[in-house]
């Protein structure tokens, strides 16, 4: 017994320093966590910005009987450009029936897709034992309705117009319309000259949200830099990327990268789900930067060692984004 304690007396101190040292691993160097939750999230009460919405929400609230569900008639009916709002209301309350009737208690995305796909897609996902999930949407179009897997979750289309950290109209943008092109690719300048240039960069206020230009999964994220820290040689972050976001996207059967870079704040995780639209940060001025901007960086591979050839045009691969303009 006393040669236990002993031992035990020696080792403590060796258990200490290696819980400091992993500790310190963590904190230096370990990848963002793992996580798989959403950004986009249904708020049942929430008001939308569109004030002709808003004046049906009273008249759909006290018409429903699941009340919490509003959001998700008012949102229905702005995606769907229904001239009445009543046949979204009878169909809700129908699923509210089936849910009761059947001891079920439905989220506010399984009301939403419900709606599109009826009461067969909720004995489905029951029996897979499943929650709805944009993968999980896929998985249901392709395996049982036999559609294209390409198309976004209805639920996401519908609460678009209810939450900003949803889907929004950026046609595949990562900022929102105007803006200035101030570094261009390959070089700094517009006319070629100046430094060599891998991406583009776009000057936009710190706090600018940066959207997703494809559904893809993040690989890697970065979130410990100074958010307004940015400097030459600064080299915070994978070689002065900042705080970035790097995720994995597919087209036309290639696989890509892209990278955004000298963010302010990442608000995605390494094996995220995301899609096409989705908020994934704000710009700021992190790392190796002289001045608030977004650097949208694309490649062929993730490895840090590339060449040339591995490098994308932005301004080829996302259509539209090298037009400083507003579209109108």
Request: with cysteine.
């Amino acid at each position: 017994m006393k040669k236990a304690i002993i031992i035990l007396l020696i080792l403590l101190p060796f258990l200490f320093i290696i819980s400091i040292i992993g500790s310190a691993y963590q904190l230096l160097f370990a990848n963002t966590p793992v996580s798989n939750k959403s950004v986009c999230e249904y708020e049942g009460n929430t008001e939308t910005k569109d004030k002709e919405l808003e004046k049906l929400r009273e008249n759909v609230e006290n018409r429903l009987s699941n009340k919490s569900m509003t959001n998700a008639v008012l949102g229905i009916y702005k995606v769907e450009k229904l001239d009445k709002i009543d046949d979204i209301i009878t169909k809700i309350n129908e699923l509210h029936e089936w849910a009761v009737k059947n001891d079920r208690t439905l989220t506010g995305y399984e009301y939403i897709q419900a709606y599109k796909y009826g009461t067969k897609y909720l004995k489905w996902l029951k029996n897979q034992e499943l929650s709805v999930s944009l993968t999980v949407n896929r998985q249901y179009m392709k395996e049982v309705l036999k559609e294209s897997n390409n198309e976004y979750a209805f639920y996401i289309h519908v609460m678009s117009f209810i939450n900003d950290n949803c889907i929004t109209v950026t046609d595949g943008l990562p900022l929102k319309k105007p803006y200035t092109i101030t570094g261009w690719f390959p070089n700094y300048g517009k006319d070629g000259s100046g430094e060599k240039h891998n991406g583009i960069d776009i000057g936009v206020p710190i706090g600018t949200p940066i959207y997703a230009i494809a559904d893809g999964e993040v690989i890697q994220t970065w979130n410990k830099c100074n958010p307004d820290g940015g400097k030459i040689g600064n080299m915070c972050g994978s070689r002065g990327t900042g705080n970035f976001v790097l995720y994995q996207m597919k087209q036309e059967g290639s696989t890509y990268y892209v990278y955004a870079m000298h963010m302010e704040k990442v608000e995605v995780n390494a094996g995220d789900t995301i899609v096409k639209g989705q908020r994934i940060g704000t710009s700021g001025n992190s790392g190796n930067s002289t001045g608030p901007h977004l650097h949208t960086e694309i490649r062929n591979t993730d490895s840090s060692s590339y060449t040339d050839e591995n490098i994308m045009n932005p301004c080829e691969f996302i259509e539209g984004f090298c037009i400083e303009k507003e579209v109108e």
